[in-house]
T-cell receptor, first 112, second 114 residues
Framework: EADIYQTPRYLVIGTGKKITLECSQTMGHDKMYWYQQDPGMELHLIHYSYGVNSTEKGDLSSESTVSRIRTEHFPLTLESARPSHTSQYLC???????????FGPGTRLTVT | DAKTTQPPSMDCAEGRAANLPCNHSTISGNEYVYWYRQIHSQGPQYIIHGLKNNETNEMASLIITEDRKSSTLILPHATLRDTAVYYCIVRVSLGGGSQGNLIFGKGTKLSVKP
């Protein structure tokens, strides 16, 4: 059982609000990832991190930002939420030397 | 990284073997084949991976053709809980300059029916 957690699981929020999606893992993994997935569509990588103070943008352009101040914590922030940000956001982590990524349960975000 | 082709959907009767094909005709010698699945509304789950030999674990078997241009994921006794989208992903080994990121395509939606 993977020890990777995301909060909140569901969030409904109004346009213009600042939001932070939390992701934490207790496996000591250096590599962490954020994916975005619309219903019935493909997963797209939006951010990744190879360790503390390391963050990179993924294949899909996103207005969100991330930070990695601690190994176990990789939060994603939207400064001003818009309806186009409505989606599911999935966090994942992996160990060095392995492609096996462990995924969290996801946060389903709705911006009204 | 090699591109993969999978059928968009498949059906399987409960208790029967589910054989999910994946075509990766442009695969190169240092690329692995990975399989993940995503049950509705959950995060993807790793299933199995291989380079050229067939692999088996508690979840599934992976059969890779001798020329490595295609592979088949086998769920030997499918249950209703195996209904999910199955992704076949080809990536270079981590020592080959890869950043370790996975690229998920559209996958195959497997429906296991009673």
């Amino acid at each position: 059982e993977a020890d990777i957690y995301q909060t909140p699981r569901y969030l409904v929020i109004g346009t213009g609000k600042k939001i932070t999606l939390e992701c934490s893992q207790t496996m000591g993994h250096d590599k962490m990832y954020w994916y975005q997935q619309d219903p019935g569509m493909e997963l797209h990588l939006i951010h990744y991190s190879y360790g503390v103070n390391s963050t990179e943008k993924g294949d899909l352009s996103s207005e969100s930002t991330v930070s990695r101040i601690r190994t176990e914590h990789f939060p994603l922030t939207l400064e001003s939420a818009r309806p186009s940000h409505t989606s599911q956001y999935l966090c994942a982590s992996r160990d060095v030397g392995s492609y096996e990524q462990y995924f969290g349960p996801g946060t389903r975000l709705t911006v009204t | 990284d090699a591109k993969t082709t999978q059928p968009p959907s498949m059906d399987c009767a409960e208790g029967r073997a589910a054989n999910l094909p994946c075509n990766h005709s442009t695969i190169s010698g240092n690329e692995y084949v990975y399989w993940y699945r995503q049950i509705h509304s959950q995060g993807p789950q790793y299933i199995i991976h291989g380079l050229k030999n067939n692999e088996t674990n508690e979840m599934a078997s992976l059969i890779i053709t001798e020329d490595r241009k295609s592979s088949t994921l086998i769920l030997p006794h499918a249950t209703l809980r195996d209904t999910a989208v199955y992704y076949c992903i080809v990536r270079v080994s981590l020592g080959g300059g890869s950043q370790g990121n996975l690229i998920f395509g559209k996958g195959t939606k497997l429906s296991v029916k009673p």
